[in-house]
């Protein structure tokens, strides 16, 4: 029971606090799909164009990445690394981190495993929740993240949404305002559908970023099965030749 007590502290604890850090509006489920290369190189790419100039992913190498995405080393030189960074350098913002907590408030946190600890749904939905806001700072907010420090910075690709709530009364008599839904102001360069794609595939490399092995294990895991499979034939076999002169009847 006691150590019941304790598993409840360590694994609930953190994860109650994660979800109240919410808004409670409910997510939009976004399915990971770590075998899907094209998908995770689509979120390289956009990863490497519009957050590494904030954020960092220390964990990562870019070669790590060229080789676990199948993408020639040449053209991650080329096209992906826009510092003097080189192959073999771990991925490190631009932008120096004092510099942009001046800027910003807060520092912009290093994404390698924030795959883990936010969960693909919630960084997904927090990709397309960002929302004109004039009365915050930066002049955007984010519907599952109020008042967050980082301007949307997609908006080219998305374009202007501005979100509309509605009023439901609370329990103890008073009224709260609700998400209701967005609204389009202005049009980015992407269609709706399109956008919807690229911060899937965003999250699917970030979700990839903050386990890269896991890639690996699945594709070690085939391996594995197949093996095993492969064996059971021959070790049927085997116990067959052995066992044929045996007279087990008596
Ligand atoms: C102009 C600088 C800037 C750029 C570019 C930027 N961000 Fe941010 N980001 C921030 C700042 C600042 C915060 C901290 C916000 C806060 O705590 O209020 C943040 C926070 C976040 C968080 C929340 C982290 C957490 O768990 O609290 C995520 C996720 C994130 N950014 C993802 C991205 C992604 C993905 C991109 C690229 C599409 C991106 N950011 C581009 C500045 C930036």
Redesign the pocket.
């Known amino acids: 029971m006691r150590k019941f007590a304790l598993v409840f502290l360590v694994v609930m604890v953190p994860m109650a606090s994660l979800a109240a850090s919410g808004s409670g509006v409910e997510l939009k489920s976004m399915e990971v799909r770590l075998n899907d290369t094209r998908s995770l190189q689509n979120g390289a790419k956009?990863?490497v164009n519009?957050?590494?100039?904030?954020?960092s992913a220390e964990f990562m190498r870019y070669g790590r990445m060229a080789e676990d995405l199948e993408m020639p080393v040449q053209l991650v030189e080329q096209n992906m690394i826009f510092s003097d960074a080189k192959i073999g350098d771990p991925m490190t913002a631009t932008?120096p981190a004092d510099k942009?907590?001046e800027?910003?408030?807060?520092?912009?946190?290093d994404?390698s495993l924030?795959g883990r600890?936010?969960g693909p749904d919630w960084?997904y939905n927090?990709?397309i929740s960002f929302y004109v806001d004039e009365s915050t700072v930066s002049g955007w907010n984010n519907i599952v993240?109020e008042?967050?420090?980082?301007?949307h910075?997609?908006t080219e690709l998305q374009g202007r949404q501005r979100a509309v709530f509605r009023t439901e009364p609370s329990e103890d008599g008073t009224e709260h305002k609700v998400f209701d839904r967005f609204e389009m102001e202005t049009e980015g360069t992407m269609s709706a559908e399109e956008f919807d794609h690229a911060m899937r595939d965003?999250t699917n490399f970030?979700v990839y970023m903050g386990e890269p092995a896991k890639l690996d294990r699945i594709r070690y895991g085939m391996f594995v099965m197949l093996f095993l499979i492969v064996m059971f034939v021959f070790a049927y076999m085997l116990k067959r030749e052995y066992w044929k002169d045996v007279d087990v009847s008596h």
């Open positions: 956009l990863f519009y957050c590494l100039s904030c954020h932008m942009a907590a800027w910003f408030g807060v520092a912009p946190p994404l924030t600890l936010r960084l927090y990709l993240f008042n967050v420090a980082m301007p910075v997609l965003l970030l």
